[in-house]
């Protein structure tokens, strides 16, 4: 009998052969949402560097943004940064993308280490893990800084289920309510919300704000993908969660329904990246 995760593999494999037959050419794909070395609570079987970046290829993913587990709990960002620039150089899948923990002291000095001496893209922002709201002042400090240093934002609403969190260690989805009003002065603000269900009043809100994206770790539903696509046109980032999450499951839900045509396909899974990228 196949286990859960065999059924997984062996339905994206039969879901990248028929997007690529959809799309009549080898798809590009960028996995926006990854993340590199051990989850704090569990093992994780795709954990290690080397086996992570095994799977990308047999998934025929193109390149994958890594931020770092270990941003959850470390107070040594700058470290934590700098084991991450070290992975992603020999593994040229991966594109680091760097921490940023705004209520630390030297938090702007790891924000420009990001930009001037990492030369990284983005950074990624864990609110929840630690401790302060999308109506932090220091997140719209952060949020200007990271603009100026021509860095795009990413923020993970939620990282693991409720269900499974440690008991002494809970930490609840991210209210993003006030990102409006934080982004309402920073006009040229690159932001992509991660693991994010979307429901009725968080696609309200995402109607306020045009140039937010969002990614499909945590979408739901056979059609889920697809409707958010159409929703939303170029704002949706293909994303697995992994190693968190089993990367199989996100290309399988992107393809299940069998709605996406060819040129929304190739927006999802590596169009709308790059332009967010290039911005």
């Given at each position: ?18 997007n690529?037959?959809?799309?009549d ?41 890594a ?26 899948l991966?594109?680091?993308?760097g ?141 697995t ?27 999802l ?11």
């Amino acid at each position: 009998m196949m286990t859960r995760r065999q059924l997984l593999q062996a339905g994206a494999v039969a879901a990248l052969a028929a997007n690529a037959h959809a799309a009549d050419a080898p798809l590009k794909i960028i996995d926006t949402n990854l993340s590199l070395f051990r989850w704090p609570f569990r093992r994780l079987p795709l954990d290690d560097a080397d086996a992570l970046v095994k799977k990308m290829r047999a998934l025929g993913i193109t390149q994958g943004w890594a931020g770092s587990f270990e941003a959850i709990l470390h107070r040594d960002i700058s470290s934590v940064n700098q084991r991450l620039a070290d992975a992603c150089a020999t593994r040229p899948l991966l594109r680091p993308i760097g921490a940023v923990n705004p209520t630390l002291p030297g938090w702007r000095a790891d924000l420009r280490q990001c930009a001037e001496r990492f030369k990284m893209a983005g950074i990624r922002l864990h609110p929840s893990y630690h401790d302060y709201t999308l109506a932090d002042p220091r997140f719209s400090e952060l949020l200007r800084l990271a603009t100026k240093a021509k860095l795009f934002v990413q923020i993970a609403a939620a990282m693991e289920d409720p269900r499974t969190q440690h008991p002494r260690l809970r930490a609840p989805d991210v209210d993003l309510a006030p990102l409006p009003k934080a982004l309402r002065d920073i006009v040229d603000a690159r932001v992509q919300i991660l693991n994010l269900r979307p429901r009725g009043a968080h696609l309200e809100l995402l109607g306020k704000i045009p140039s937010l994206r969002l990614d499909t770790a945590r979408v739901e539903s056979t059609d889920g993908v697809p409707a958010l696509c159409k929703r939303l046109p170029g704002r949706v980032l293909f994303g697995t969660h992994a190693p968190l999450l089993i990367p199989e499951a996100a290309l399988i839900r992107t393809h299940e329904s069998a709605q996406l045509d060819g040129p929304t396909l190739r927006a999802l899974l590596a169009g709308n990246a790059t332009t967010f990228l290039t911005a």
